[in-house]
């Protein structure tokens, strides 16, 4: 008798919001396949089948669904507490699942369509109007009274949303909207008093089946930071049965005929007015907690089997209780410890501990629904007692707080893109995607591949988790050129802030800022060289000022005697060590500013290493062969590198040739390598790959730019914190216990 084949369902987002979900999926028998663009995500690790791609992402997401499906038919797809509605409905259509067009998922996701489409249909909306400029806003609120709220049209967690209450808040409050929108537009709309609903609902077989009516808490003015649902409403029936119509009206204007829904309902001096609704279930914890513990209906249950093109079990409530969800919100500054936890959860009543952050992370002051320390769930007879339970249970939870800083790594990143315009937008996650081509800029050259091959090499290995052993604090010096540092970590030589950076800082004041950073964090710093006949004396000077405590890379000049020339000015500076980027051979803006390139023979670079008295460095080697050549030329290390991408396309991330290079070499030169390097863990991998150190270029520049000296010390203090996290997770003692039995390929990877 053949066995029957299990159904296979994708779940668009592996994020923490997404794992009760997957969870539930796979209680119900079901093979759940997982996209996010983070391999290292909650969900992703729980996935039978993860596949790293960006939510966003939609037409590599369809095209790797479709892949998948030709050798594993899926089933079903669908999305929880993301919008990712857009994605889900086109990989719904180009499979052929259940699920609902992307033109209503485009709907119920861009806050302008979604408005307009309410607003012709004769659904209550507040008066809005669509912003693109500063001036744009000018404009609305010569015709709009205060107070009005700003947000963008394209994201969630209310990122970016802020409620503007005179002309003075227009400009902070447009900035934050405009940083926080994907395609960069705004909506303009009327302030709306009164209290608020969470609503969510399953849509199928033509019917619109409400699933769960919360009060919804909102604090934190002038921002609109959600701090937790009681479950049920409290408000009179009355008010509700106007809410749950106007959400019914709603999602039928909108198209929404299959699938989940969730929608805010403001309850208005005019009767109940829409601030959104999403073509899902709701995020935070209001449909895997909240609703379920009120009602005894799983409701992710639900929803997965209608994504299946079934119809769901019985939606009737089992159990009347009251859920009450509150989020952690302590003072600003860096957690010292958390104490209470496993007290609290003895409480009764208390049914889930939500943490989202540990001892050593930053609490920061919410501006949106993102950041929170952690999330209290509990269940009460009452709404009284729910509540009091939950209180109880927080004031039970010990969450002590160093002194508060101002610095974050949100802050940081805000900075500096403001400082690089256009150059560079400071992504969440550095990996090439929106600059690729842009060189001058900071993106990878051509397609950009090269760029982020660097990152998906280093994804392709996964860690193994090594949790009984001895190591509770481990060692993450490393000598290094006759220096002893502090974490394996050094910062990689950047220049042409004018060219490249659009001037936000000088030469001067970002060398100073990457020296100082890196010596206070106990590490070294490396300075770079362009293509002006002087630029490299500003990093020799900072060297100098320091010390010597600091590496210059040169570039490869046709003439050995301009590189000489740069060698006996950095010995005179006192520098560490120096090199040469031999990967620049071809760089174009040096030709055309008089300051030619090229390759060198190992002859030419002997000559080079007969002039130095201090370790001499080879960056840009991507193969066995040239780390031999670098070997014979005299190099005391070598540098695993393809220049982040951009000298050539189509190249292999580091991570890929390093293994075979380590081996070759055999330890007779130092090896360090740079490309792709965001996390703790990737230092860890590159370590276990055969790295004796690591160097880290964008991120730190975007350090720089953000914050200055403070900005690199707090971004190398968090690699720093990482890199031990990852190191007692994987039982390595030390820098030297770091090898590759800690780390393997992901099947399927050749």
Same mark, same amino acid.
């Given at each position: 008798m053949p066995v029957k084949r299990p159904k296979h369902l994708l779940i668009v987002g592996g994020g923490v919001f997404q794992v009760p979900a997957i969870k539930i999926a796979q209680s119900m028998g079901l093979k759940v396949v997982v996209t996010d663009y983070n391999p290292e995500a909650e969900g992703m690790l729980l996935a039978d089948y993860p596949i790293e791609v960006s939510t966003r992402?939609?037409?590599?997401?369809?095209?790797?669904?479709?892949?998948?499906?030709?050798?594993?038919?899926?089933?079903?797809?669908?999305?929880?507490?993301?919008?990712?509605?857009?994605?889900?409905?086109?990989?719904?259509?180009?499979?052929?699942?259940?699920?609902?067009?992307?033109?209503?998922?485009?709907?119920?996701?861009?806050?302008?369509?979604?408005?307009?489409?309410?607003?012709?249909?004769?659904?209550?909306?507040?008066?809005?109007?669509?912003?693109?400029?500063?001036?744009?806003?000018?404009q609305a609120i010569d015709d709009m009274p205060l107070p009005l709220v700003i947000k963008p049209c394209d994201n969630m967690g209310a990122r970016g949303v802020r409620k503007i209450e005179s002309i003075d808040d227009l400009v902070p409050a447009f900035r934050e909207a405009k940083e926080a929108s994907i395609s960069g537009k705004l909506i303009l709309e009327e302030f709306m008093e009164g209290v608020e609903l969470s609503l969510d609902a399953l849509v199928y077989e033509n019917e619109i089946h409400i699933t769960g009516v919360a009060d919804r808490i909102i604090e934190r003015a002038p921002y609109f930071v959600e701090v937790g649902h009681t479950l049920p409403s409290i408000l009179p029936a009355g008010q509700q049965a106007q809410a749950v119509e106007v959400f019914k009206q709603a999602i039928s204007a909108l198209g929404i005929d299959i699938g989940a829904a969730k929608g805010d309902i403001k309850i208005t001096s005019e009767?109940?007015?829409?601030?959104?609704?999403?073509?899902?279930?709701?995020? =935070?914890?209001? %449909?895997?907690? $909240?609703?379920?513990?009120?009602?005894?209906?799983?409701?992710? &249950?639900?929803? /997965?089997q209608i994504a299946l093109g079934e119809n769901p079990t019985d939606l009737t409530p089992k159990t009347s209780l009251v859920s009450a969800e509150r989020s952690l919100l302590p003072p600003a500054g860096k957690i010292l410890s958390i104490r209470g936890v496993e007290e609290a959860r003895k409480i009764k009543g208390v049914k889930e501990i939500i943490l989202m952050k540990?001892?050593?992370?930053?609490?920061?002051?919410?501006?949106?629904?993102?950041?929170?320390?952690?999330?209290?769930?509990?269940?009460?007879?009452?709404?009284?007692?729910?509540?009091?339970?939950?209180?109880?249970?927080?004031?039970?939870?010990?969450?002590?707080? =160093?002194?508060? %800083?101002?610095? $974050?790594?949100?802050?940081?990143?805000?900075?500096?893109?403001? &400082?690089?315009? /256009?150059?560079?937008?400071?992504?969440?996650?550095?990996?090439?995607?929106?600059?690729?081509?842009?060189?001058?800029?900071?993106?990878?050259?051509?397609?950009?591949?090269?760029?982020?091959?660097?990152?998906?090499?280093?994804?392709?290995?996964?860690?193994n988790l090594r949790t009984i052993h001895e190591v509770k604090v481990p060692d993450t010096s490393v000598e290094l050129f006759g220096h002893k540092l502090a974490l394996p970590v050094l910062a990689a030589p950047i220049t042409g802030m004018e060219t490249n950076l659009a001037g936000g800082m000088d030469e001067r004041e970002y060398a100073d800022a990457i020296l100082d950073g890196c010596l206070e964090s106990g590490t070294l710093g490396m300075v770079g060289d362009g293509a002006s006949p002087k630029k490299y004396l500003i990093g020799l000077e900072a060297i100098k000022k320091r010390g010597g405590l600091g590496i210059p890379i040169f570039k490869p000049r046709e003439y050995n005697l301009d590189i000489i020339k740069r060698f006996k000015a950095a010995e005179d500076a006192g520098a560490v060590a120096v090199g040469i980027d031999i990967d620049a051979a071809s760089f174009k803006t040096m030709t055309l500013k008089g300051q030619a390139v090229g390759p060198k023979t190992i002859a030419e670079l002997q000559e080079l290493k007969s002039h130095l008295k201090v370790p001499f460095i080879l960056k840009g080697i991507?193969?066995?062969?040239?780390?031999?050549?670098?070997?014979?030329?005299?190099?005391?290390?070598?540098?695993?590198?393809?220049?982040?991408?951009?000298?050539?396309?189509?190249?292999?991330?580091?991570?890929?040739?390093?293994?075979?290079?380590?081996?070759?070499?055999?330890?007779?030169?130092?090896?360090?390598?740079?490309?792709?390097?965001?996390?703790?863990?990737?230092?860890?991998?590159?370590?276990?790959?055969?790295a004796d150190a690591v160097m880290i270029g964008r991120p730190v520049c975007i350090a720089a730019f953000g914050a200055g000296q403070e900005g690199v010390s707090f971004y190398l203090q968090e690699k720093l914190n990482e890199l031990k996290k990852a190191m007692i997770l994987t039982g390595c003692g030390s820098i030297g216990r770091i090898d590759p039995s800690i780390i393997f390929r992901k099947k399927g990877d050749r």
């Open positions: 992402n939609i037409n590599l997401t369809v095209n790797t669904a479709k892949q998948f499906h030709r050798t594993c038919p899926l089933d079903g797809v669908l999305t929880v507490g993301t919008d990712a509605s857009q994605t889900v409905a086109a990989v719904a259509d180009a499979l052929n699942l259940p699920g609902i067009p992307f033109e209503v998922a485009e709907r119920a996701t861009d806050k302008i369509k979604m408005r307009q489409v309410l607003q012709e249909k004769g659904v209550p909306v507040p008066a809005f109007r669509p912003i693109w400029t500063l001036e744009d806003c000018r009767g109940p007015k829409i601030v959104e609704i999403a073509a899902r279930l709701s995020g =935070g914890w209001m %449909s895997a907690y $909240t609703y379920p513990l009120a009602t005894g209906v799983n409701l992710y &249950k639900a929803a /997965i540990e001892a050593g992370d930053m609490a920061e002051e919410p501006r949106s629904n993102m950041g929170k320390v952690g999330y209290v769930i509990t269940v009460g007879k009452t709404r009284e007692e729910a509540i009091r339970v939950n209180n109880l249970a927080r004031e039970t939870l010990k969450i002590e707080i =160093g002194a508060p %800083s101002d610095l $974050t790594w949100d802050i940081i990143r805000n900075n500096a893109r403001k &400082k690089f315009y /256009i150059a560079c937008k400071a992504c969440t996650v550095c990996d090439g995607l929106e600059c690729a081509g842009k060189v001058p800029g900071i993106g990878g050259i051509g397609t950009g591949s090269a760029f982020t091959e660097n990152l998906t090499a280093l994804a392709r290995y996964q860690i991507m193969n066995v062969e040239s780390a031999l050549a670098a070997i014979e030329a005299g190099a005391d290390a070598i540098v695993v590198s393809n220049h982040g991408g951009r000298v050539m396309d189509h190249m292999p991330g580091t991570a890929e040739v390093l293994p075979g290079i380590a081996n070759a070499v055999g330890g007779r030169v130092k090896v360090l390598v740079d490309g792709g390097i965001r996390e703790g863990i990737d230092i860890l991998k590159m370590l276990a790959l055969g």
